[in-house]
């Protein structure tokens, strides 16, 4: 904290009661875990998402459920992260190569070229010019009979297309 010169000053945590299960709580948890850390966090409960989103000159942090509507990269972190996205909108956060890089991804066809940007989207957004912080991922859990045979998706998607499922009537 000396060598980014923090003298300690409050550092606000917008906070929306019950967004998602236990939210306070976790923010409670994260405030304790940042002030063990040097930073003097102070939750500031809102009513509503206009008052998270109030650019006051005071806003430092808020949550934010961060989900992908179908399996593919543009539906999340440009969706999300990119130029016409909540975040850029509301003026919270901003990067030019992201920007670029999300309209590359909005059109690239080849798979390898698309893995590349959206690799180089992840170093820009989590690490180099940091758009977002990662708490946690959304466990998914199925079941299902041993006779069925069937391939659960590694997200939330549930793919029962024809290719994915077929009973064994054995």
Same mark, same amino acid.
């Given at each position: ?7 300690? $000053? !409050? /550092?606000?945590?917008? *906070? ?6 236990? @939210?306070?709580?976790? #923010? ?43 399996? $593919? !990269? /543009?539906?999340?972190? *440009? ?6 996205? @909540?975040?850029?909108? #509301? ?57 069925? @045979?069937?391939?659960? #998706? ?17």
């Amino acid at each position: 904290m000396k060598a980014a010169n923090y003298k300690g $000053d !409050p /550092i606000p945590f917008r *906070v929306l009661n019950n967004y998602y299960t236990n @939210q306070v709580g976790t #923010a409670q948890i994260e405030v304790e875990m940042w002030r063990s850390a040097g930073l003097n966090m102070q939750i500031e409960m809102r009513e509503n998402w206009q008052q998270i989103f109030e650019n006051d000159g005071k806003r430092a942090m808020r949550d934010w459920s961060n989900s992908a509507v179908f399996n $593919d !990269p /543009i539906s999340s972190i *440009v969706n999300q992260h990119g130029p016409q996205g @909540q975040q850029q909108q #509301a003026k919270e956060w901003s990067n030019d190569e992201m920007n670029k890089l999300s309209g590359t991804l909005e059109v690239e066809t080849d798979m390898a070229k698309r893995k590349a940007v959206f690799k180089r989207m992840l170093e820009i957004c989590e690490r180099e010019d940091p758009a977002y912080t990662v708490l946690h991922q959304t466990a998914t859990f199925t079941a299902k009979r041993k006779d069925i @045979q069937w391939k659960a #998706a590694p997200a939330f998607q549930v793919d029962f297309r024809a290719g994915n499922f077929r009973w064994n009537r054995s």
